[in-house]
């Protein structure tokens, strides 16, 4: 089938069976658990259609998708975001994974190659992996927060970079950087913040599918994204009271500038009144006879440039 990424069955002891095409409608035999991961493509959404409940098939085929636990008949429909760890790839872009989950067989789609799926597949094909669809959802859960951990502890240290950047570095540079750090906070805590939500319903659901033991596991997970949600609102905010800091510091140099100019303006103001007025093209103005005139306005200017100087100085405005 075009789209059938991996099939295994997978007993108490030993690796995984893998499954052909043909074998994936199969009864599940007592004592096995069944795991059919699809890539999105028409043929594996007509085999979804044509043997899931039509909500269970709606949800692991929709185009846009949030994390969501949701309880339905005899499973869970379990929806989840991984960071993008692909070449080349952004990790905020963060790639979904779509389970229904049974007690005897765990069925999940994807759109984009997920990292953690392709260890978890390894594990059980060296006969290391999980045993049962509750352990399978809890390992998952554990390497997609694995993953998680370096990406958002890298924000947080850039945070810390950009701290000690702001006290030299260029304006502008900065102003950039911090932006783009947040967009990066804001992209990834859009679908880390509904995953720790889906994760706390799949730890406290009283259904069959997930076992005690693993609802201890998949607390300790949720616990652990609501860490990584704290530490994205951290960064957020960080990143905002350096913006703030900036802006702060901008419009203080900013009103400095204004301030000298002002003051300059202020003391040329009498002067430029002083020679406007002797510079008027009309009889009697004083000393247009003088030699010694133009020399006694640039004292007077002067001792006037001077004097409102000292004053400004008294006033403290200097």
């Known amino acids: 089938m075009n789209g059938l990424l991996r099939a295994f069955d997978i007993a108490a002891s030993g690796p995984g069976a893998k499954l052909k095409a043909g074998d994936i409608d199969t009864a599940v035999r007592r004592g096995i658990f069944r795991w059919l991961h699809f890539e999105k493509t028409p043929d594996a959404d007509a085999w979804l259609a044509a043997n899931l ?10 185009i846009e998708t949030r994390p969501r636990c949701t309880h339905h008949g005899d499973g869970i429909i379990l929806i989840l975001r991984g960071v993008n760890m692909n070449p080349g790839a952004d990790p905020e872009d963060m790639v979904s994974i779509r389970l229904w989950i049974e007690r005897n067989r765990v069925i999940s789609v994807r759109r984009r190659k997920l990292l953690a799926i392709t260890d978890l597949s390894a594990e059980i094909e060296n006969g290391s992996g999980p045993r049962s669809s509750s352990a399978f959802i809890s390992t998952l859960t554990y390497k997609l927060t694995e993953r998680m951990e370096p990406v958002i502890t890298e924000l947080s ?7 000690d950047a702001s006290i030299d570095a260029a304006k502008e540079v900065l102003r950039a950087d ?8 804001i992209f990834l805590r859009r679908y880390i913040a509904p995953q720790k939500d889906a994760l706390n319903r799949l730890s406290t659901d009283n259904s069959p599918v997930v076992s005690e033991r693993n609802r201890i596991d998949l607390r300790e997970a949720a616990d652990r994204v609501t860490r990584l949600v704290e530490e994205l609102d951290a960064v957020r905010e960080r990143c905002a009271v350096l913006h703030d800091q900036l802006a702060d510091a901008r419009a203080e140099e900013m009103n400095k500038n204004m301030f ?4 300059v303006a202020a003391i040329f103001l009498p002067l ?5 007025l002797l510079g008027v093209n009309v009889g009697g103005i004083p000393g247009a006879d003088s030699p010694y005139a133009f020399l006694i306005l640039c004292f007077v200017m002067i001792g006037v440039g001077v004097l409102i100087a000292l004053i400004f100085k008294r006033l403290k405005w200097l």
């Open 53 to 62: 409940d039509p909500i269970v098939a709606q949800a692991l085929t929709q």
């Open 272 to 276: 430029g009144f002083l020679t406007g």
């Open 157 to 163: 240290d850039k945070a810390d970079e950009l701290e």
């Open 260 to 263: 000298v100019l002002s003051i």
């Open 178 to 185: 911090i932006a783009n750090l947040r967009r990066e906070a």
